[in-house]
């Protein structure tokens, strides 16, 4: 960035300076609108959704209270209700909130599990309460153990359940790790299952899991990397979901919700009734204040967006354009098990819109199984991924899972990714794989 400088300066720049730095912040960054950007779910470039993000920043208000949001309230309101209805819950339980991200969407859920079982933490702390376990699959995101952390739960009591080949959780697995928590004094409460695993993008067996949780009385979250328009699934029998508008339904970030089937619990759980903020005594219906349903105080419009986009798309539009993804990461299958340079990870179709994959330099071809291959192949895709950087062309992730070594890992999230791409992408990846 030669000349481009950061520095902030004392006297006020020219407007046309002002654009070019504005251009320059273009220019040198990441271009995850790109159809060959294949590197994270949060990419393309909804031109609705940017026109719902400028009118939001336009009119630069605040979530908190209805006084200051009403249409953006009334919105929120309406925007959970109809994926309460996708869920399949009833109209009169559901309730829910939109907060920054996947992750804390996640936070949340153990928030009101938690304060589902022992409402007393709120007021009284950790302390007066047994030690807890939560239980999540090996393969979910991160996002659960950190929450425990923040929540003052410990991440060890966080047991990590065996998942099968293709990445789904065992249920049998949750049972026996049920069991060992409760041998070892710990109190279990919450279960997280994934619909769309990060890596291999599975799905984890909801109604078995679903069977456990009432077995032994547990909350069940359900978190959530998929649409859900297409995936006629059961999500009926969670407790509590992660919705994220920002991975495949292609929101601009962020855009993400917790959504909880017990009314009334969120707000329980978090209110502190500020006087400045939440008087009672307003001349409106002071439920629409719902500002302290969050752990926030004031909290960004993310609703506009998602509710401008689903007006111009319906909800067909958002089902046509996941398919697109889903068809890309098929048509990715096909190719990659038609070619002798690259190998599968997972040898059956993709559940989801993740493709993993190994490309195999000549130098490894015909080379035995083994450490050594192992040790080889474990740094291939750093390599060409550092390559993929610095030229710019195509971005794509990698990572190593058990005892897997580095492979990439190709999601879809941008309908306007073409068949042509995919094709560009693993030819890239042999150009830049055999220099
Ligand atoms: C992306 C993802 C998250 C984290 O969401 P953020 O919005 O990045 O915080 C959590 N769970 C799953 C399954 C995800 O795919």
Redesign the pocket.
């Known amino acids: 960035m030669e000349c481009f400088s950061l520095d902030l300066p004392d006297q006020p720049e020219t407007l046309e300076q002002i654009l070019v730095d504005c251009r320059d912040t273009l220019k040198y960054g990441v271009r995850t609108g790109h159809p060959r950007f294949l590197n994270?779910?949060?990419s393309g470039l909804d031109v609705v959704g940017v026109a719902g993000e400028w009118l939001t920043s336009t009119a630069n208000t605040n979530m908190f209270t209805y006084e200051v949001s009403p249409v953006f309230v009334l919105m929120e309101e309406c925007l959970l209700k109809k994926m309460q209805s996708i869920l399949g819950w009833s109209d009169d339980v559901g309730d829910g909130i939109f907060c920054?991200?996947?992750?804390?969407?996640?936070l949340y859920s153990i928030l009101v599990a938690r304060y589902h079982f022992y409402p007393e933490v709120k007021t009284r702390g950790m302390g007066v309460l047994p030690q807890l376990a939560l239980f999540t699959s090996e393969q979910?995101?991160?996002?659960v153990k950190k929450s425990a952390a923040v929540l003052g739960m410990g991440s060890e009591n966080v047991f990590m359940v065996k998942c099968d080949e293709s990445g789904k959780m065992i249920p049998a697995e949750l049972e026996s790790s049920i069991v060992t928590a409760k041998e070892k004094a710990l109190v279990p409460f919450y279960v997280n299952a994934?619909?769309?695993?990060?890596v291999y993008g599975a799905f984890d067996p909801l109604n078995a899991i679903a069977d456990i949780c009432q077995r032994y009385t547990l909350w069940m979250h359900v978190?959530?990397?998929v649409e859900l328009f297409n995936f006629k699934y059961l999500f009926s029998r969670a407790c509590s979901v992660?919705w994220?508008p920002?991975?495949m339904m292609g929101v601009p970030?962020?855009c993400?919700a917790i959504l909880v089937k017990k009314r009334g619990l969120l707000q329980e759980c978090n209110d502190f009734g500020a006087e400045y903020l939440f008087q009672t005594d307003k001349n409106y219906d002071v439920s629409y204040d719902t500002g302290d349903k969050s752990i926030q105080c004031g909290r960004h419009v993310d609703v506009f967006k998602l509710w401008l986009m689903w007006k111009a798309k319906g909800s067909e539009g958002f089902g046509s354009q996941v398919n697109k993804c889903l068809e890309n990461a098929e048509y990715l299958y096909d190719q990659l098990q038609r070619r002798t340079d690259f190998e599968l990870v997972l040898k059956n179709k993709p559940e989801h819109s993740n493709v993993c994959f190994w490309y195999i330099p000549p130098s490894l071809r015909g080379q035995p199984p083994g450490p050594d291959r192992d040790a080889r192949l474990h740094q291939v895709a750093p390599r060409i991924k550092g390559r993929m950087m610095e030229k710019g062309s195509v971005m794509i992730g990698y990572q190593p899972l058990g005892d897997k070594v580095n492979f990439f890992r190709c999601v879809f999230s941008n309908p306007a990714t073409q068949q042509e791409d995919i094709d560009f992408l693993l030819d890239e990846i042999t150009r830049l794989g055999d220099i």
């Open positions: 994270q779910l949060s920054p991200g996947g992750t804390i969407s996640n979910s995101h991160y996002s994934t619909a769309g695993t990060t978190d959530v990397s992660t994220n920002h991975k970030l962020q993400s």
